[in-house]
């Protein structure tokens, strides 16, 4: 018989929504174990195919149930940089979990009794961190005369500066923000990520010798031309997918609706809230209407839903979203996390017109209701308007958090940068290099919304390469 | 991101304009007329947008001018000369559009006189003859009078209460001189109102004219859409796409608005006195 998995600890409901520190508390070595012995050591483990940077799933959870957790970090490492972060931050539901033998056939993502293979490998993270556990560095002299520029702070940049440096490769990283971490930090809210994780990484890279240049917008303070110029072998862009996406409906550029990056950022780049210790100011809604269905939608609602606690306010967030809970892109955890703490939710929901008052704040939000229809390009149903079924929500303020798209100031400055009708750029997929000869990129500048551990794939695909045109060169 | 020199431009009871020059020798070497920087006084502050007005690639600085309007120019105030500002980000936004135009007027309302004054000299290299108007409150609070003459071919000042010049705002002045010649580009910056009416008074005129706009910004690199304006229907973001905007597309209503949305916040900080 099959244990049942092993639940791991959380804050209380009641005391969660009035802070932004972290919700779950992570497994115990005793729980990590436990949860171990569940894995059924599958002769043919799909999970690690299911995997974007195919992390040796099987052989760590072995190590982990030896009780060598040692090893077990070490065999994560080989294949992923940030397991604290991707731990915490993977979609497990839709990848390795759902991959899981234990989880039911046909399932549209992982069924409860899939092993919590993101709770052990946060588990492992955590451990290799605490233990101070390096990975060991391989530098090679002969790459010292190389030196990378690294455009941008996120996954994609952060991984690929690592695996540059611990070959020996000098890297220097610009990012256009005040702080280090891209989306990590302006996107993901600390009860989510806690800075100590990110910071612990950034630090490490310091350690190896990466230098940070903050303040700095490539294609603004400086165009790639001039990056070669200052003596740089190639440039890794990981540029990440930075602009909002908005509904182009009637009244949306009311006052108190924000992109779900606009309010993100406020909260977790620049702490509004803890306005006034912190001087960034962001209203808070006694009527919220988050729109989105994504895990930018549930962080918006989450923190939202606190900031309403924490100014006294009666908890009042609710999600729309065009299609139902199913077809929802975001993580099934994040929707069980909004909905303890008591985000509500209104599904098969079109906004049709923001409406407002005569000082131009929002105050209504027109919608419409609609059908499951066929399925469409995504392979999920499309929705369906149903005529006639226009209704009114009350709502002051309204996070807009539909996608996002690639940043276009680099691109635009650099017209031979060759990229896509979505305007992502277009690499080669075996090497991720660009158009223009010694620029790399990956992440999400490269193509759609993907995922942290899918542009740290990119970004070791691009690293890999680089050192590759360096033996060459050497 | 070191303050060089700091200057006071003008001091009427407490309403102070302030100008300061940073070492920022890469922002230095690109900036280009109408591009602005972001600023953080310090570590827990606001990122707010000022326009670049000067630079001097010797000594690798910039200039900036700002009026101590709300709290964060208060704390920007603070730093003395030998401090260095938290975070300093550049050249942001699309310079202003320099060719040879023809006959151009420059209308300067405020601080926003110190946002003319590198279009100006652009302009002037470029060959333009310029005709500038210049207005504020009260002769006191008038900054950059005499570099603005030293570029223009004609200045006209205006002052709300006829201490200094002609009393009247910008735009009467504008309205006459358009009256009476031809001009081929109008570039005015300064108070919402002063820019909205500028625009009407060209638009009866048939007479292009640009403004940079000053909408809240977070990140300022088109990252968030704050900064987002109504422009012939579009949105856009002040940010990447401007800040320079045809005036008679703008939205005026919807960015005076869009702009008093912290409005209550302001003045509770501002009270706080922390």
């Known amino acids: ?474 | 991101m070191k303050i060089l020199k700091k200057s006071i431009l003008a001091d009427v009871s407490g309403l102070r304009i302030v100008r300061i020059d940073i070492f920022a020798p890469e922002i230095a070497l690109k900036a280009q007329a109408g591009q602005f920087v972001v600023v953080m006084a310090d570590e827990k502050g606001e990122r707010i947008p000022l326009t670049i007005v000067d630079k001097d690639i010797n000594t690798g600085s910039i200039q900036l001018i700002y009026q101590e309007a709300g709290f964060t120019t208060q704390i920007l105030s603070r730093l003395k000369v030998g401090d260095s500002l938290y975070a300093l980000v550049g050249p942001l936004g699309h310079p202003t559009e320099i060719k040879n135009y023809g006959k151009i007027i420059l209308v300067g309302g405020g601080v926003g006189i110190a946002e003319i004054l590198p279009v100006a000299r652009a302009l002037k290299q470029a060959g333009n003859q310029i005709t500038t108007i210049l207005g504020s409150r009260n002769k006191e609070l008038l900054i950059l009078e005499e570099e603005l003459k030293n570029i223009s071919d004609r200045i006209y000042i205006m002052t709300d209460d006829g201490s200094y010049g002609q009393k009247g705002f910008t735009t009467e002045m504008l309205k006459d001189l358009l009256s009476k010649d031809k001009y081929d580009l109008i570039y005015a910056v300064g108070p919402i109102p002063m820019m909205k009416m500028a625009a009407m008074v060209s638009k009866e005129y048939n007479t292009r004219t640009l403004v940079s706009l000053n909408a809240l910004m977070v990140d300022a690199t088109g990252m968030c859409g704050c900064c987002r304006v109504s422009v012939f229907g579009d949105v856009k973001f002040s940010c990447v796409d401007g800040p320079d905007f045809d005036a008679s597309g703008v939205d005026w209503d919807e960015l005076e608005k869009r702009n008093k949305v912290y409005s209550v916040q302001e003045k509770h900080i501002c009270k706080l006195k922390l």
């Not at chain 1, 969660?16 to 174990?33: K, S």
Request: one cysteine or more.
């Open chain 1, 1 to 474: 018989m099959i244990q049942e998995p092993v639940k791991v600890k959380e804050a209380p409901v009641e005391l969660r929504t009035g802070n932004f520190e972290e919700v779950i508390r992570g497994y115990t070595q005793e729980e990590a174990i436990a949860e171990s012995t569940r894995c059924l050591q599958c002769k043919n483990p799909v999970c690690i195919s299911a995997c974007p940077v195919n992390i040796d799933i099987k052989k760590f959870i072995y190590y982990i149930r030896q009780k060598d957790y040692a090893q077990a970090y070490f065999t994560i490492r080989q294949k992923n940089n940030f397991p604290s972060i991707c731990g915490r931050v993977c979609p497990a539901e839709y990848q390795c979990r759902k991959a899981c033998v234990l989880t039911k056939k046909d399932a549209v993502f992982a069924s409860p009794e899939a092993i919590n293979i993101h709770f052990l490998e946060r588990f492992v993270g955590d451990y290799g961190k605490n233990n101070h556990l390096d990975v060991p560095v391989e530098k090679e002299e002969k790459f010292s005369r190389f030196k990378v520029a690294v455009v941008g702070s996120g996954p994609a940049g952060l991984c690929c500066a690592g695996e540059l440096a611990r070959k020996g490769v000098r890297v220097d990283i610009f990012e256009s923000l005040h702080k280090t971490g891209g989306v990590l930090r302006y996107g993901i809210p600390p009860f989510r990520l806690p800075w100590d994780v990110l910071d612990f990484e950034i630090d490490y890279l310091k350690r190896l010798g990466v230098n940070f240049f903050p303040n700095f917008l490539v294609g603004k303070t400086a165009t790639l031309t001039q990056l070669f110029d200052r003596g740089y072998s190639s440039i890794f862009l990981g540029l990440g997918a930075g602009v909002p996406g908005f509904l182009k409906i009637k009244g949306e550029n009311l006052c108190n609706i924000y992109s779900v990056n606009e309010f993100l950022t406020r909260i977790n780049l620049m702490s509004a809230y803890k306005f006034p210790e912190f001087h960034t100011p962001v209203n808070i809604g006694r009527n919220v209407l988050i729109v989105g269905g994504g895990n930018s939608a549930m962080d918006a609602a989450r923190v939202a839903l606190r900031l309403q606690k924490i100014n006294g306010l009666p908890l009042n967030t609710t999600v729309i979203y065009r299609r139902t809970e199913t077809e929802m892109p975001a993580r099934r955890l994040e929707i069980e996390h909004a909905k303890e703490e008591g985000v509500k939710f209104g599904f098969l929901v079109q906004p049709k017109e923001f409406i407002g008052d005569d000082q131009g704040a929002l105050g209504k939000l027109v919608c419409l209701r609609s059908e499951l229809g066929a399925p469409d390009n995504s392979g999920r149903r499309r929705p369906v308007i149903i005529p006639g079924s226009e209704f009114e929500l009350d709502c002051d303020l309204c996070v807009i958090a539909v996608g996002l798209s690639a940043n276009q100031v680099l691109i635009n400055a650099t017209p031979q940068l060759k990229i896509n009708q979505d305007r992502d750029l277009i690499v080669n997929p075996q090497t991720m290099e660009t158009s223009i000869p010694g620029v790399y990129a990956g992440g999400d500048i490269v193509g759609g919304e993907g995922t942290i551990i899918e542009a740290m794939g990119m970004a070791k695909a691009a690293a890999r390469a680089m050192i590759d045109s360096f033996i060459k060169q050497v």
